[in-house]
């Protein structure tokens, strides 16, 4: 655990920009996955199941890498290491909007999340093992990406119509090469691990755990919601290009869930916003999958931004704090990228076999055990046991 002299009033802004490019390149495409999917099925004519496939054989890539990469983080060369992942990446890239065949794809996409797991899990690591502040870093990261998506939920509607898959993995290289110059700001060499402090969390192993679990069962709901935001508008009378504005219209909203975050920090402990949008995107659900209603559906799609953005800081910064060498914090990444990556599988599969009806059944549940989880988490030790740190818990 980090005490009050471990906590610098501010982070290095280069640090934090830098932090910043890593995570966009290596989450982009999470946040695209709408168009990934949509574009696969226009330009190949695949099935709602086969294109989740592709979508999601990236996303295991990259949540597998994360996973795999987060214990040797400390000993590799941070900037050095990114580069190479970013040129894995963009290679990828370049030959998936070249590439026609399903069997192919499979095997780029999943080469591209290899690079974007690297990437995605430095961004974290960063954070955890230089910066003070983990909420309000991890606030601003997902200011950024609310940002961004306003731009690119626009444009990747625009071009993944008029070119399908080709024109949606074209736009993510350009996008990459825009961020690749600000990873020079991090700088190569890691950060020397500091004393191992794990017998200071009770067992932080055990609670690393449990979080893991509860980031990948609330991320699966989300993500496969929000990868069939197309079906979903269009089964309450909407064209895809009115859930693409709907689409824009949320990230420029979900704006003010990143911000609370950023604002807030911990000045409410974590109890009370962590209880807030698990039981706040359970009547998402239930709206999404219930109501057909194209107002009701516009509101629940900009609520699950808002809660989505508000959500993350706070399950990334729960993880920064079991360790200061970005270890926890990378897995908590990965926790999320494999829920991402399940989330379009999870979706199709229940709504093919059982409909919308089960789906929501099965996503409030979810959603429910992963807060239960987070209970445990916050009770089982390192909250309960250094209430005078900077990072306590304020609901007692």
Request: aromatic share 10%.
């Amino acid at each position: 655990m980090r005490d009050k002299s471990d906590n610098p009033v501010r982070d290095p802004a280069s640090v934090v920009i830098g932090a910043i490019a890593f995570h966009m390149i290596g989450g982009l495409v999470v946040q695209m996955s709408p168009f990934v999917v949509a574009g696969l099925m226009a330009g190949l004519s695949l099935s709602e199941r086969d294109a989740g496939i592709v979508a999601s054989v990236e996303l295991l890539a990259l949540a597998a890498t994360a996973i795999a990469i987060a214990p040797f983080l400390s000993r590799l060369a941070t900037r050095r290491t990114g580069l190479l992942a970013l040129l894995v990446t963009l290679i990828a890239q370049a030959a998936s909007i070249s590439d026609t065949t399903w069997t192919a794809l499979v095997l780029l996409r999943g080469l591209a999340g290899i690079g974007e797991g690297v990437l995605y899990a430095i961004s974290l690591s960063i954070v955890a093992s230089r910066c003070g502040n983990p909420e309000k870093v991890f606030g601003y990261f997902q200011l950024v990406c609310a940002i961004a998506s306003v731009v690119l939920f626009s444009v990747g509607g625009e071009v993944t119509a008029a070119f399908a898959h080709r024109g949606i993995f074209a736009l993510l290289a350009v996008v990459m090469l825009v961020f690749a110059p600000l990873l020079f700001l991090v700088p190569n060499a890691p950060k020397a691990e500091d004393n191992d402090v794990s017998s200071d969390t009770g067992s932080p192993a055990f609670l690393g755990f449990l979080l893991f679990i509860a980031i990948v069962l609330y991320v699966t709901v989300s993500a496969g919601l929000f990868a069939f935001s197309g079906p979903l508008g269009q089964r309450v009378g909407l064209s895809t290009s009115a859930v693409g504005y709907i689409l824009t219209i949320s990230a420029l909203v979900g704006l003010i869930g990143a911000g609370a975050a950023t604002v807030l920090n911990v000045q409410w402990g974590r109890t009370l916003p962590i209880s807030a949008f698990c039981f706040g995107y359970g009547v998402v659900v239930l709206v999404l999958c219930l109501w057909r209603d194209p107002l009701a559906y516009g509101v629940a799609v900009v609520a699950s931004a808002v809660l989505y953005y508000f959500s993350l800081p706070y399950l990334f910064g729960l993880a920064a704090t079991l360790d200061r060498s970005g270890r926890w914090a990378a897995a908590a990444g990965s926790a999320h990228l494999l829920g991402f990556a399940i989330g379009p599988i999870f979706a199709g599969t229940v709504i093919a076999d059982t409909g919308y009806t089960r789906l929501a059944a099965f996503s409030v549940a979810m959603t429910m055990t992963a807060w239960g989880l987070a209970m445990v988490v916050l009770s089982g030790g390192f909250v309960r046991k250094h209430r005078t740190d900077r990072y306590p818990d304020a609901t007692t």
